[in-house]
Nanobody
């Protein structure tokens, strides 16, 4: 079993920045699709950003140009740099590592709260 631990959440004013990090208990991100999801109160969990093994990156339309996902295979971390934050970015953010195929898994972190005040 792999543990994913997120950090970096908190309270920030609109227009501010936060950097979320996700650390894995063993080397996994280099062979996984790494995702950041978020879930706001009363809403479904949504994909925010994704980076594949081949470094293909996708973002939700709502965060394009403001958020940046990155991966450090040496430190075994995935990060989400969030700039120009808006109140609607308020949510619990979750780190996720997925792999399909003969060796498949779907690991989730416990989530970290991001609150953006107006």
């Amino acid at each position: 079993q792999v543990q994913l631990v997120e950090s970096g959440g908190g309270l920030v004013q609109a227009g501010g920045s936060l950097r979320l990090s996700c650390a894995a208990s063993r080397s996994i991100f280099s062979t996984s699709v790494s995702n950041w999801y978020r879930q706001a109160p009363g809403k479904q969990r949504e994909l925010v950003a994704r980076i594949t093994v081949g470094n293909i990156i996708n973002y939700a339309d709502s965060v394009k140009g403001r958020f940046t996902i990155s991966r450090d295979n040496v430190k075994n971390t995935v990060s989400l740099q969030m700039n120009s934050l808006k109140p609607e970015d308020t949510a619990v953010y979750y780190c996720n590592a997925q792999r399909r195929g003969i060796t498949s898994y779907d690991y989730w972190g416990q989530g970290t709260q991001v609150t953006v005040s107006s």
